[in-house]
Each structure stands twice: as C-alpha cells, then as structure tokens.
C-alpha cells in the first residue's frame, strides 16, 4: 500500500539517481553581498556622466587649486603686515617710557611728609584737602623741582665739616651746549615737558531741582542748604578708556607754566585755587586762579558739583622720537568716593625717526603688504569683469548671483581695511607733521625772544595742547584697525586652509557640529545669564566685579574658566556663598562644558576619520605641480579650459551648466575641449563621477544587513532541507526493502553497479556538503570583511549604531556555528547511506520547497 502512495515518477523498482548538484545552484545559493559601485571604464565610454556632476566637480577642483594655491601669498600677506604693524608701533619702547611715567606720579609724588619721608601718595587722596596736599606738596615738585639736581641723603655728615653740600651746583653744562643741564622743564632726565600743567574739570550744571525731597519742597531744600548734583557716570571705578575723553565741555581750566611764571607763582596758584582767592585778597595781590577770580563770591576752584578732575602735560621723548601725554584723572562720584588713575598716551613724531635697519624693515613689509592688497584687488576686479563680460544677465544681478559669496567678501572686507588702514596712516602722519612744526615754532620763537607774555604763551601752549589731543586721538584710531586687521588675514588663512582637508579640519569640525552647537548654546546661555542674575543678587551689593551686569559676565566666565576669589565671595556669608558656587560649578563646569567638550570631540572624530585618507598638503601641491607640468608638455588641457568650453555650451549659464542632467561621455568632451587627450577626458569624468558617488552614497545603516543576512538564512534553510530529504529518503529506501522481503543489510550483496552509483552518490554527497559548508563560511567570512571595510568609510551615523552593530555581528556568529552544526548532522546522515541498493533520486527545485509526506508515501 505503501507503494501506491509514491509519486507516479516513481516506480518501485526504479533506481533513484545519485544526488546531482544542480540544486545548489539556485539563485538563492548566489552570494548578493558582492554588489559595489565600479565605475566602470565601458558605462562611461558608452552612457557618460552626468554634465551637472562633472561640473561641479571641475569648479569645486578650481575653487580648491586657486585656495590652495593662496596660502602662500596669504602667509607672506599677514607676515608683511606683522613686520610693518610691529615695527612701527614699537611697544616695547613705548611702554617703557609710559610705564616709567606712571611710576615715578604714583611713587613719587608724596604727601603726608614725616621729615623727609611721604606717606601717602595719588592713591591716598580721598578728600578734598587731600587732593589739595598731593598737587601742592607732590605733584608740583616732582615734576618742577626748585633743585633739579640733588645729591644723596647724608651726604654732608659723610665728609669732613669743611664739606659744603649747598655749594655743590644743581646743573651741570655738557660740553658744546650754552645752557646747564638739567634745565627748567626736564622730567625723568630724558622728558621734557613742553609747556607746563592743565587742570580742567568735568563740572555738573544740576541745581537744587534735582534734589529728591519729601514732604514740603521748600522746607526740605531749606533743610538741604545746597544744590544737588545729578549722580555721575562713575559709580564704579572707570576703565583706561574713560580717561581719553570728556562727556561734556571742560570747564575751569587752569594752566601752569613754570617757564614764563616761575615754581614759586605755581604754588601761590595753587593755594588761590585751594582756598578761593581769599589768600591773594588777604596779601593784597592778584588772584592767579583765572576762574575763581571771575565768581561773585569767593570760591574754591574745586567744589561738589566737580565730576571730573583731569591734570595733564605733555613731554616729548628726543632720544626715541616720542611724544606723551601724562593725565591724573579724579572722578568725584556722589556717594563721596575719588576713584583715582593715571593714564599716558603715545605718538611716534614720525616714521623717519627710527634706526635705519628698523625704518628699512618697516618702508620694506609696508610696501609688500600694501603691493599685496594691490594685487589682491586686481584679482578680484579682473574677476568681477570676466562673470560681467561672459553673463547674459544684468551687471548686478550676475554679481550677486555669480560672484559674490562669502570667501570673495573676506578678500573685499581685507582690500576695504587695508585702504582704512593706510588712509589713517597718512592722516596720522599729517597731524604728526603739523605738531611737529607748531613744536618748532615755539621753540624758534623762545630761543629768538624769550619766553612771551603768560597770557600768550597759554594761548599757544593751548593751541598745541589740542594739537596733541586730536594725533592722538588719529593714532588711537590707527591702532584700532591695526588690533581688527589680523582677525580679517585669518578668515583669509581659513579660505586657504578650506581647499586641504587635513587643514580644514577645525573649520569642519564646527561645521558638522554646527546644529548641535546651536541648540547647545540656547540652553547654555539661558542658564548662564540665569546664574549671572543670581550672581548679581548675591554678591552684587558686596563685590565689586558682580555690581553690574556686565561685570558680573565677565566674573562668571573667570570663575567658569577657574579664576575666583573665594575668600572675598565668602564675605557675604559663607553658606551662601558655597550654596550659588556649588550650582554653578555643577551645571556650568561640571556639565555644560563638559557636553560642549563631548559635542566637538564627536564632530572631530568624524572629521578627523573623513580626513584620514585625504591628500596631504606635500601630496596636494604635488598633485599641482604635476598639472602644471602635464600641460607644459601638452600631455593635458588646464581644468579652466574645460570649465571655459561646458560654460560656452550653456551660453556663460552657470546656473544652467550646474544644474544640467544632460549626459557627458569623453567623446564629447573630446569635442568641445580642443587638445584634451582622451585619457584624460576619460579621467575627468571618472573622477567626478567617483567624487559624487562619494558624497552621495547612503549612510551605513543596520538595514544594509539585510539582504546578506536573508540571503545566508535561505542558505540554512536549502542545507536543512537537503538534511530531511536525505532522512526521508533512507526511509523509503527502508520501506521498500521490507515491502519487498529484502533486509536492509543485505545491501552488501547487491550488485556492484547498484553498489557503485551508491558509492559515488554518496561521494557526491560529502563532497558537495563539504564544498557549499566551505564557501557559505568563507563567503560569510569575507562579506563581513568587506563590509567592515566599508564601514569605515562611511558617514558619523555609523558611531552612533555600533552598538547595535556588534548585536548583529554575534548573531552572526551563532547562525554560523548553528550552519557548522547543520553541516556535522549532514555528513552524519551520509555516512548512514554507505551501503544502499541505489542511491536517491533528486526531485526538483519545486519539489525541495514542498518535502514528501512520510504519511502520504506510505
């Protein structure tokens, strides 16, 4: 009965056939990892490239050839710049002279004397009366000294008695000079002051209205007794920068000329000013301060409505060639404080005053900078003409369409500062010579007739006192630009550095990590200036650098930097102190910078793995110079001839020839590119093509798996179910036998035909096993080996999935021993047919997916 069920191709004597391998060779045992991109020599020949890749490619290689090709220029560019702004500026010098002037103001003139020793100086004023004692008593003999010249102390008990110290002399004549040194006027040995002393203030012009009263107005003024004075700009103490202008008219100003008064008129000035001329009145003599004599009433020359106090001189420097303006500044805030600071400002008094291999250098990098931007400009303007010359579109429009992008607009930003630059440069000179030559008249004038009238020598000093001011006040704009400059030669170093990937790794790095950073910093300042706030409701009654705002940002980045001062935050109480400190260090420090720190180090890795095999600098300009020789020897076109004749094809269309999907082969090329070798149209194309797929190839994804891994699973599945089509066949094998009478073990005795076909399907059958097992683990092998290598050069999602990665990978790994097990089973099923009267006969492929029914063969 049994036999009845067998399928009609059947018979029950019919011999199966020994196992063939046709089965395996079904296109789901094909290995479908080994599918890549190869752009392949024949598709180009025959379908070409797309004309917008090879485009964009040529101009993308142009961009990057001409950049490169810069760094260079822009190296020796920002060095010509450094050599002529360092060598003119001369800071060293100057700070030297400023420096050696603050000290001696600050050091030196003393007041509160105790014999001969003062113990307080400019710092100490703090009152009016103190103000008083440092002009009168320091000041004033610091720099207009009755003795020029003194000798040591105690020289007069370390000589014999017969040792007269008063005859010593005070000056001493050099000789081929008439007059003896030092002379009136002299400072520090090495200064002298040209003029005298100007003491001017800033005054308040408040009245009584300002007064904040309650009450009945009239009896509280009554009670006040005295005008209020709106509060003054300085609450706080004031910076450098506030020392260099007033914010009002100067009133009250006074001038001290030591020349034509005498030191002895100075200090009478300066006790009229004290006390209001009631010393001059009480002598019967003239009030010498010019101010207080005008009032009705006697008054002081410093009062409450001051705001600003500013004494002021000027020296000039003959051995360096350097003027200075020395000011004492005094703000009178309305809380009763005196913020105090001394300030010198500088002017070389002009550029021929230098050694000469100094002035040599200066004339020489000036020149190369200034011959540089020149250059620059006649690049960019050549530029512009020719996408105005080759544009069917208005001049303006293809200017900003075309042209202009954000690398043009650095090299434009650089050619305008240089222009400013060099037009304060000649301003300042000119403001240079016109002191220089009021300084000349006065002193023709002095050594022709002697020192004028007081009133007409103030006039004068005056007169070159604002001449001073305003070159000043030119070369402190000269410096300004000169500090913004190198901001503008690095952008432009950036342009440079944007064509070599190994250099262009910082600027990509915030490139690729730009969205990240943008949300990043919205919460990262939203909770800076909340801890900023909180800073300035702590500390901000107590400390001075969180009593503002912006004081309070600038303190907080220092301590986020690591520069606080405990000790003084801890005046306010110290838990709290520690309670605010503790936050901020936790959420700024601890948490924020550290994200930030996380953020760029993850966008550097992708960049730094995205550059790993890129050209180097050495490679690139080797890569150039090759170029360069090619076409010398006519064995290549230049890239800008290509880019030249796709731009005539698109009628000087960019924007069409960018765009265009029309497809290029090298024949074309060949065409409309006269002299351009064919490999090397060839190549071009290969290369855009190669160069695009790149950029536009898929991130690596978990997905990529899954065609290799249904593949192997439909693999397994063919080996199992070769597996259960052995088993079932032995067991018909054995059915038939017992259907027919004959033991299973007597196979032995069959014929040796039967024997051999048996023989040789089972060899088939292990040899077939052993082979497929072998190429599934090699193949399996080798595809993640591949895969692995693609993985590298993949985009940055890939780090975020190697996790889930190494997960599909062990799975892997156990579907491969489970296959090395199936394979054992295999060959364990085969041995088991050593011995059958024939072997089985293979069904179909069709066949294989529906297995016999054990039951139905019955």
């Known amino acids: 009965m049994a036999a009845e069920n067998l399928p009609s191709t059947l018979s029950y004597r019919e011999v199966p056939s020994p196992f063939e391998p046709s089965l395996l060779e079904d296109p789901k045992w094909i290995n479908s990892f080994h599918n890549k991109k190869v752009v392949r020599q024949e598709s180009l020949e025959e379908n070409g490239v797309a004309e917008s890749i090879c485009a964009n490619w040529i101009k993308e290689e142009l961009q990057k050839e001409e950049a490169c090709l810069e760094l260079?220029?822009?190296?020796?560019?920002?060095?010509?710049?450094?050599?002529?702004?360092?060598g003119y500026l001369a800071q060293d010098v100057v700070m030297s002279v400023e420096n050696s002037i603050e000290t001696d103001i600050i050091e030196n003139a003393n007041f509160a004397f105790e014999g001969y020793f003062g113990n307080k100086n400019v710092n100490d004023v703090n009152d009016f009366s103190d103000f008083w004692s440092w002009t009168r008593l320091g000041l004033l003999p610091l720099l207009f000294p009755d003795v020029p010249y003194t000798y040591s102390e105690g020289l007069a008990a370390a000589v014999p008695s017969s040792y007269n110290l008063s005859a010593l002399p005070s000056r001493w004549q050099y000789p081929g000079y008439q007059k003896a040194s030092p002379v009136q006027n002299d400072y520090l040995r090495y200064n002298r002051i040209i003029g005298g002393i100007r003491f001017r203030q800033e005054v308040s012009v408040d009245d009584k209205a300002t007064c904040t009263s309650f009450g009945d107005e009239s009896v509280f003024q009554a009670w006040i007794q005295k005008p209020c004075t709106h509060y003054a700009q300085h609450e706080l103490p004031p910076d450098l920068v506030a020392t260099e202008s007033f914010s009002s008219t100067p009133a009250r100003v006074e001038w001290f000329l030591p020349e034509a008064e005498g030191n002895a008129a100075l200090i009478q000035r300066v006790i009229d000013m004290e006390d209001g001329c009631y010393s001059a009145r009480a002598q019967n003599r003239s009030c010498l301060c010019q101010w207080c004599s005008q009032?009705?009433?006697?008054?002081?020359?410093?009062?409450?409505?001051t705001q600003r106090v500013e004494i002021a001189f000027i020296t000039y420097n003959a051995h360096y060639g350097l003027y200075n303006l020395a000011s004492v500044n005094f703000w009178f805030n309305r809380a009763g404080h005196i913020f105090k600071l001394v300030f010198v400002r500088s002017s070389w008094a002009g550029l021929e005053l230098r050694e000469p291999g100094v002035l040599a250098m200066v004339i020489a990098a000036g020149l190369l900078w200034v011959f540089g931007c020149l250059y620059l400009a006649?690049?960019?303007?050549?530029?512009?003409?020719?996408?105005?010359?080759?544009?069917?579109?208005?001049?303006?429009?293809?200017?900003?369409?075309?042209?202009?992008?954000?690398?043009?607009c650095v090299d434009w930003l650089?050619?305008?500062?240089?222009?400013?630059?060099?037009?304060?440069?000649?301003?300042?000179?000119?403001?240079i010579g016109e002191v220089n030559n009021k300084l000349g008249q006065i002193v023709e004038d002095v050594d022709a007739n002697g020192y004028p009238p007081v009133e007409t020598y103030r006039e004068t000093i005056s007169e070159f006192a604002d001449q001073v001011v305003a070159m000043l006040d030119v070369e402190g704009n000269f410096r300004f630009w000169l500090c913004i400059y190198p901001v503008v030669l690095l952008m432009r170093l950036f342009k440079s550095f944007a064509a070599q990937k190994r250099l262009a790794i910082v600027t990509d790095t915030f490139s690729v990590a730009y969205n990240d950073l943008m949300h990043f910093f919205v919460v990262f300042l939203s909770v800076y200036f909340?801890?900023?706030?909180?800073?300035?409701?702590?500390?901000g009654q107590d400390l001075l650098d969180f009593a503002t705002i912006d004081r309070a940002l600038h303190a907080c980045f220092r301590a986020m930097l690591g520069d606080w001062d405990w000790e003084a935050m801890g005046k306010i109480g110290i838990h709290k102190a520690f309670a605010w400190f503790f936050a901020f260090m936790l959420v700024m420090v601890m948490v924020l910078l550290n994200m930030l720190v996380a953020i760029l180090m993850e966008a550097y890795g992708v960049v730094k793995e995205d550059a790993k095999n890129a050209d180097s600098l050495f490679q690139q300009t080797k890569n150039i110079l090759r170029r360069h020789q090619q076409t010398k020897r006519k064995e290549r076109v230049k890239l800008t001839d290509i880019w030249d004749a796709l731009r005539k094809e698109h009628s000087y269309n960019d924007a069409a020839l960018l765009s265009s999907q029309r497809r290029i082969t090298p024949r074309y090329l060949r065409e409309i590119v006269e002299g351009i070798p064919a490999t090397q149209a060839l190549r071009t194309l290969r290369n855009s093509q190669t160069d695009y797929d790149k950029k536009v190839d898929p991130a690596f994804e978990l997905q990529d798996f899954k065609a290799g891994l249904t593949s192997m699973v439909t693999r397994l599945d063919y080996s199992a179910l070769c597996a259960t089509y052995l088993s079932e066949k032995i067991r018909?094998?054995?059915?038939?036998?017992?259907?027919?009478?004959?033991?299973?073990?007597?196979a032995a005795t069959t014929s040796e035909p039967a024997e051999s076909s048996a023989d040789q399907a089972l060899e088939k059958v292990k040899a077939l096993t052993q082979e497929h097992s072998n190429e599934m683990a090699d193949g399996i092998a080798s595809i993640l080996g591949e895969e692995m290598q693609e993985l590298e050069k993949r985009q940055h999602s890939q780090r975020k999935a190697i996790n889930t990665?190494?997960?599909?990978?062990?799975?892997?790994?156990?579907?491969?021993h489970h296959l090395s097990e199936t394979c054992v089973e295999i060959s364990n099923l085969a041995r088991q047919l050593d011995g059958p009267d024939a072997a089985p006969q293979v069904p179909s492929t069709k066949q294989l997916t529906a297995p016999l029914d054990p039951v139905s063969s019955m």
């Open 72 to 86: 260079p220029f822009s190296v020796a560019f920002l060095a010509a710049f450094a050599f002529f702004a360092l």
């Open 378 to 408: 006649k690049v960019e303007i050549l530029e512009m003409a020719g996408f105005i010359q080759k544009s069917n579109k208005l001049w303006y429009q293809t200017l900003a369409q075309d042209y202009f992008d954000f690398w043009n």
């Open 805 to 816: 990665t190494s997960e599909q990978l062990q799975r892997v790994r156990d579907m491969v």
């Open 414 to 431: 650089a050619i305008l500062m240089t222009a400013v630059i060099c037009i304060s440069f000649g301003l300042l000179h000119l403001f």
């Open 295 to 305: 009032q009705v009433t006697a008054h002081p020359w410093l009062d409450e409505q």
């Open 732 to 746: 018909q094998y054995q059915d038939l036998a017992k259907a027919e009478g004959r033991d299973f073990g007597d």
């Open 530 to 539: 909340c801890m900023t706030v909180n800073a300035v409701i702590f500390f």
